[in-house]
């Protein structure tokens, strides 16, 4: 089992910058990747960004690549999401995930209970 919890998240107003961590704990060496979701208001869940566990590949959303940056530290079992320039429709909360997969939600067995990310026009 996987254990995950996310904090960082607030209400900011466009233009700003939020960094969104997960603490992981349990069997974490037993995930391929760990990435960020996110889920609007009406609206499915969708994929933000993800990171191999080994080596370190990230890949990211069309939406957010060029402003949010995924990074992970292995010694402390974090996982990060650096949020620069946001805007409204970034609003949503936000999931962090561990699993095998990348793009798809389908492929993460373990999620945590997300944080709220509002973002004011």
């Known amino acids: 089992q996987v254990q995950l919890v996310e904090s960082g998240g607030g209400l900011v107003q466009a233009g700003d910058s939020l960094r969104l961590s997960c603490a992981a704990s349990g069997r974490t060496f037993s995930t391929d990747a760990m990435g960020w979701f996110r889920q609007a208001p009406g609206k499915e869940r969708e994929f933000v960004a993800a990171i191999r566990r080994i080596g370190g590949s990230s890949f990211y959303a069309v939406s957010v690549k060029g402003r949010f940056t995924i990074s992970r530290d292995n010694a402390k079992s974090t996982l990060y999401l650096q949020m620069n320039s946001l805007k409204p429709e970034d609003t949503a909360v936000y999931y962090c995930?561990?699993?095998?997969?990348?793009?798809?939600?389908?492929?993460?067995?373990?999620w945590g209970q997300g944080t709220q990310v509002t973002v004011s026009s």
């Open positions: 995930a561990a699993g095998s997969g990348i793009w798809s939600s389908q492929g993460y067995n373990y």
